[in-house]
Every structure is written in C-alpha cells, then in structure tokens.
C-alpha cells in the first residue's frame, strides 16, 4: 500500500506543475501572441494601405476617362451639327414629352443645328413645324392631330451619339417631305 504522505507530496507536485505552466504560459506566451498579433496587425495596415492607394488610382483613371469620353460626345455633336446645319438651319421643330423624360441633350443638339426648338403644348398649331413626340405609349391626343404626317414619334431619348444622328436624319428626311409638300400646293 502507498503511503498517505507520497499521495499528498504526489498531489502538490501537480498543482505545483500547474501553477509553473500557467505562469510561464501567461508570461512568456503573452510576448509571442503579442508579436503575431502585431505582425498580422502590420500586413492588414499595408494591405489597407495598397487598396486605399489603388483606389485613388483607379479614381483618377475613371475621372480621365470620363472627360475622354465627354469630349468625343462634344466632337460628335460638333460633326452633326456641321452635317446636318445645312438643311435644319432655320426650321422649327416643337417637341412633347411624357413627364419625366429629360430632353436636355436632345434639345441642345436640335438647337446646335440651328433648328428653332420649342415646347408642345397639346392642340397648339404646328404651322410649318414639325412635333417630336417622346413616349413610351402613345398620347390620347395625338390620334386627333389634322396632320399626323408632321409628327415623329420615338419611344425614349435618344442616348448615344448613333441614336441622336438616326434622329437627326429622321428630322432632315421629315422636314424634307413636309418642303415638297408644300411647293407642290
């Protein structure tokens, strides 16, 4: 049989052990803990760093880009201006729109061929006009217009450059038909 005292000496041999590991656990694997803990603190920083610095990159990139392509829109513009003054120059042209439509770039551009652009207001005489109707669905009022051959009708505004000179072509041949029209009469 083992004696009582080998089983207490045993017993606070343990402890004894236990209390050693948590105090050079807590002491010495702090400072080890700590360095990873900066270590990794260091990476995240720099990888924050590197994200933040492209990003301003990528900004500035976007930003060139964004007046590239502005002015190509104000050169495209400029070209239709110059193909198509000619034979708008001087014509007057009433546009209708379904609320919220914005047609400030349609209007600029008309305008930019020397069409005089005005607002329609519905039963308004056309005169020697022509109405540009934007909607998605058709107005009430247009099926009782006297002269439906003077109007265009075009489900959205135009938004790229293809689709304002297909607008301006369709105008010029519009305006070209109401002309002979009215030097047959």
Do not use: C
Not at 14 to 42: K, Y
Not at 75 to 92: C, I
Not at 141 to 150: D, E, F, I, K, N
Not at 155 to 184: F, G, H, T, Y
Request: proline share 4%; charged share 25%; hydrophobic share 40%.
């Amino acid at each position: 049989m083992i004696p009582f005292r080998y089983h207490l000496l045993s017993l606070a041999a343990v402890f004894f052990a236990l209390g050693v590991g948590i105090l050079l656990g807590g002491t010495a694997g702090h400072s080890w803990f700590a360095w990873g803990e900066r270590e990794v603190l260091a990476k995240m920083e720099a990888k924050y760093d590197r994200a933040v610095k492209s990003n301003n990159e990528l900004r500035q990139q976007m930003n060139r880009l964004l007046l590239e392509v502005e002015r190509s829109e104000e050169e495209v513009t400029h070209l239709m201006a110059m193909r198509y003054s000619p034979d708008l120059s001087g014509n007057k042209v009433f546009v209708w729109h379904e609320p919220g439509m914005r047609l400030t770039s349609v209007t600029r551009l008309l305008e930019s061929t020397g069409v005089d652009v005005q607002s329609y207001r519905e039963g308004e005489a056309l005169g020697n006009g022509l109405l540009l109707v934007f909607a998605h669905e058709e107005p009430q009022w247009l099926g009782g217009m006297q002269q439906p051959s003077r109007v265009l009708k075009f489900a959205q505004v135009p938004d790229s450059p293809a689709k304002q000179w297909a607008l301006l072509e369709n105008v010029q041949k519009k305006l070209s038909e109401m002309r002979v029209e009215r030097e047959k009469s």
